[in-house]
């Protein structure tokens, strides 16, 4: 007996609804936060929380989580060697910035950030590597 394929409705298309998981935006979110009360404390540095020292680590949260949720949107359209270096430059970037925020030198932070960075570099590569 044979089997007859389904026939698509008429009339009303249905197209489906993008649906994007909450996990593309909560991970940039959650590091945005980190990263804004960690730079916030570090500049606080014990002291009183002004507007300035407030408004530089809400800054500084937002544009991790833009950049992570940026990362996040075009990661599948990159090749695994280019997604390794975005996520390592992503990584030494904002270490490298918190360490600025210490009172480091700029070229101990730079170093600091091109160090880590290398690190997330290599880890970010292993992991596309073995999981393509």
Do not use: D, K
Not at 10 to 31: D, E
Not at 58 to 78: H, K, P, T, W
């Amino acid at each position: 007996m044979a089997a007859h394929a389904s026939v698509p409705a008429r009339g009303r298309h249905a197209t489906p609804a993008r649906h994007r998981p909450v996990l593309s935006w909560a991970i940039p979110v959650t590091l945005g936060v980190i990263m804004g009360c960690y730079a916030t404390a570090i500049v606080r540095g014990g002291g009183v929380l002004t507007g300035t020292r407030l408004a530089l680590g809400l800054v500084s949260g937002a544009v991790l989580a833009v950049l992570c949720f940026g990362l996040g949107r075009i990661q599948n359209r990159l090749p695994r060697e280019l997604r390794a270096a975005a996520y390592g430059v992503l990584t030494g970037g904002s270490i490298g910035f918190l360490y600025s925020l210490s009172g480091a030198s700029i070229l101990s932070a730079s170093v600091i950030g091109v160090i880590l960075g290398l690190g997330g570099l290599l880890v970010s590569y292993y992991y596309f590597y073995t999981r393509e």
